[in-house]
């Protein structure tokens, strides 16, 4: 019995290319739409996969990345190659995974069509079997996922794939070059992820199982003679993939024969075998894993935010119903000694040891070896499916529609859930650490601002950056998006635990970016080496959350100390000689923030503190008082020339309407004593309060 019996008239070769066609550009729009926003930042893996990218372009060409646990250099050099055209970004980094991925659905359609195109059976059922196997891994949340991030396991189910539909072409044709196509891809297929390595206990099932069912084939049959031509070809022809694998494994193997402890590592670190991971509890954890991994088509998946929705199953209800369907059909086959349903359940149950064997199962890293053959699982169901209700109806149009009918609600479901649910959850932004990915986009901002304003003013020198070493080496994103621009300006450090500075060149620039730790007594270090005067400017950093954070923190303070540009005539004076330059208003979706420019015309001896009250219909609605700076750019810390970028926060504010207004000042916050508002000759002002400046509201979008 077929799967997918034969109830319309069969395409045309044309109307075949344009079905598949049109099912690879969807899955390219899936994997290609809203780039750059889902999902967000650059996780420290990606990050250091651009990091060897820049060894690389350096010219280092390692067989293997020793960096971050240890790396198969596959993805790494395509990155290289990325980066090399479009720079130190994070879309640099991903776009590989999109090419990777959409080529993966290419070979999943090659590998079902040639793997149910059985002699003696219609070939448009081999091609129907190939569309439906693509259009599921098209839509499938886990393979969209994997082609968006720069994680280096997106290559290992292409890989895998390609030399299955090989190795099931030498198989049936006994030619030689499929044979040392087979033999070669596998060897590559090493240098992608290390659960390659589970590779051979998948291979060694199938030959046990070719081994048993030849043996069958021949207690059936007992009177037929044994062809000695055809097992002299398999034979010449397993030993010419073994050749061709052993050849393109011969670099990696021999790095792994010399450093056992780079390569082999990390499986020990995340093994069940571990103490530390089974806690004296092997048995029950192996158990537990075991259903875990078992369930994580249509039950519970990776909990991972960046690997998934957590929790997310890999297949919504309608495909899942399709992947059961046909898992039952695919063990009836093993029963039915059908090879090619016997090599889709070895091989995804094979490929699914490496998350069954280690913590955190499932895991939708460990477990991608299983894709392109589990992809193949809910296309034998929508096959039988179909051909089911055919038998049963005899409605030739419903049966055909049905399987594109799942196929449907897979694609809605994971639309919604990777564009929708996906990008608005919290922890999506903070497992990828968006937050260092913004830091450094705040620092190449402020940099390109002082080059410009450095350029106007005549001066040449750009500004230096100097950012403590914990942030270097805490979040790789800065390093990789930071050093080395386009002008090649070396980062500098702020000094270490004893205090000394490693490198003192630059504290004599003309204008200077600091990135600080925050949770450190830093002011010491900084504020003595900020060129004077200077547009001062201080800034907190994006948040982030580590994945055992209690709660978000500050990535980093960003002081600044650049070309003071050009500023209006004030719109308010106070005693003393202080004068506010400019007061705006931005507003973003949860916040409104008031920038005040502050300026002095001579020094001042106290500490004084801002108040900033914002009045709807004369009413105050909020309010926040604060030193400047966020308390670091203390009033006795101005010099005359200093022009000083104050803001202050303030929460619950709806869209300013047009009567809006903010009230502000300075008082000493020990004595209560408010700066007197002066005009612009010094005299006080006629007013009720005289302590208060009151201003329209200037809004500006954040």
């Not at 929705?309 to 209800?317: G, N």
């Not at 970028?645 to 619950?652: E, K, R, V």
Request: net charge neutral.
């Amino acid at each position: 019995m077929t799967l997918s019996k034969t109830y319309q008239r069969p395409w045309t070769g044309w109307q075949v290319r344009v079905w598949v066609l049109a099912l690879l550009l969807l899955g390219a729009a899936l994997r290609l739409g809203a780039v750059g926003a889902v999902p967000p930042g650059l996780y420290q893996d990606e990050a250091q996969n651009g990091l060897d990218a820049l060894r690389v372009l350096q010219g280092e060409w390692p067989v293997y990345f020793a960096a971050n646990n240890g790396r198969e250099p596959g993805f790494i050099y395509l990155v290289a190659a990325a980066v090399a055209v479009l720079g130190r970004t994070p879309f640099a980094i991903r776009l590989p995974s999109f090419f990777i991925g959409t080529l993966t659905l290419a070979a999943t359609y090659d590998l079902a069509r040639i793997l149910f195109s059985i002699p003696g059976q219609s070939q448009a059922d081999a091609r129907r079997m190939g569309r439906l196997a693509l259009a599921t891994l098209a839509v499938t949340f886990w393979h969209v996922h994997l082609s968006r991030v720069g994680f280096r396991v997106v290559l290992l189910p292409l890989f895998t794939a390609l030399y299955l539909g090989q190795a099931v072409r030498a198989l049936r044709s006994q030619r030689h070059r499929y044979w040392i196509a087979a033999g070669a891809l596998y060897g590559a297929s090493w240098y992608t992820y290390m659960a390659a390595r589970f590779t051979p206990v998948a291979i060694a099932a199938l030959a046990i199982y070719g081994l048993y069912f030849h043996w069958r084939r021949r207690s059936a049959a007992s009177s037929l003679q044994p062809d000695v031509q055809a097992r002299l070809k398999l034979v010449r022809g397993i030993a010419l993939a073994l050749a061709a694998a052993f050849v393109v494994l011969l670099p990696l193997g021999f790095y792994t024969l010399t450093h056992p402890e780079v390569v082999l590592a990390r499986s020990g670190q995340v093994s069940i075998l571990s103490d530390s991971i089974h806690q004296g509890r092997f048995w029950q954890t192996l158990g537990q894993h075991t259903l875990r991994t078992a369930g994580m088509f249509t039950v519970r998946g990776d909990r991972i935010w960046r690997h998934n929705l957590a929790w997310r199953p890999v297949w919504d209800p309608a495909l899942g119903l399709a992947f059961t369907l046909g898992l039952g059909v695919c063990l009836a086959g093993i029963l039915g000694s059908r090879p090619e349903l016997v090599l889709i359940v070895i091989w995804t149950g094979a490929m699914a040891l490496p998350t069954l064997l280690a913590e955190d199962a499932p895991h939708f890293l460990r477990a991608a070896g299983v894709l392109p053959t589990a992809a193949l699982i809910p296309a034998v169901g929508l096959a039988w499916l179909s051909s089911t209700v055919y038998r049963i109806t005899g409605r030739h149009r419903l049966a055909a529609l049905l399987p594109w009918l799942l196929l449907s609600l897979g694609l809605v479901s994971t639309t919604y859930d990777y564009f929708v649910r996906y990008p608005a959850a919290p922890s999506t932004y903070t497992w990828f650490e968006t937050g260092a990915v913004d830091l450094a986009d705040q620092l190449n901002a402020l940099r390109l601002a002082e080059d410009r304003a450095a350029s106007v003013a005549g001066r040449g020198a750009p500004a230096a950056l100097f950012i403590d070493r914990q942030l270097w080496e805490e979040w790789p994103a800065l390093p990789f998006m930071l050093a080395g621009n386009a002008d090649h300006r070396p980062i500098k450090f702020l000094p270490d635990d004893s205090g000394s500075w490693p490198d003192d060149s630059g504290r004599s620039a003309s204008s200077i970016i600091y990135a600080v730790w925050p949770y450190r007594d830093w002011e010491p270090d900084v504020l003595p080496n900020l060129p004077r005067p200077s547009y001062l400017q201080l800034f907190r950093g994006p948040h982030a959350q580590g994945d055992r954070d209690p709660a978000p923190f500050t990535t980093a303070l960003i002081i600044a100390a650049t070309t003071r540009p050009a500023v209006p005539e004030p719109v308010g004076y106070f005693e003393g000689g202080v004068l506010l330059r400019a007061a705006l208003v931005k507003e973003n979706d949860s916040v409104s923030e008031v920038w005040l420019w502050w300026e002095t015309s001579e020094p001042l001896d106290d500490d004084y503190t801002v108040f900033v009250h914002y009045l709807r219909d004369g009413n105050r609605i909020a309010q926040h008082d604060g030193q400047p700076g966020l308390g670091h750019l203390r009033t006795s810390f101005w010099q005359p020339g200093d022009l000083i970028l104050d803001i202050h926060t303030l929460d619950d504010i709806a869209p300013a309407s047009a009567h809006d207004t903010i009230r502000l000042g300075l008082y000493d916050a020990t004595t209560g004593r408010g700066l007197i508002v002066v005009d612009g000759a010094g005299n006080p002002l006629d007013v009720l309060d005289e302590t208060a400046l009151n201003l329209p509201v200037i809004t500006v979008k954040d």
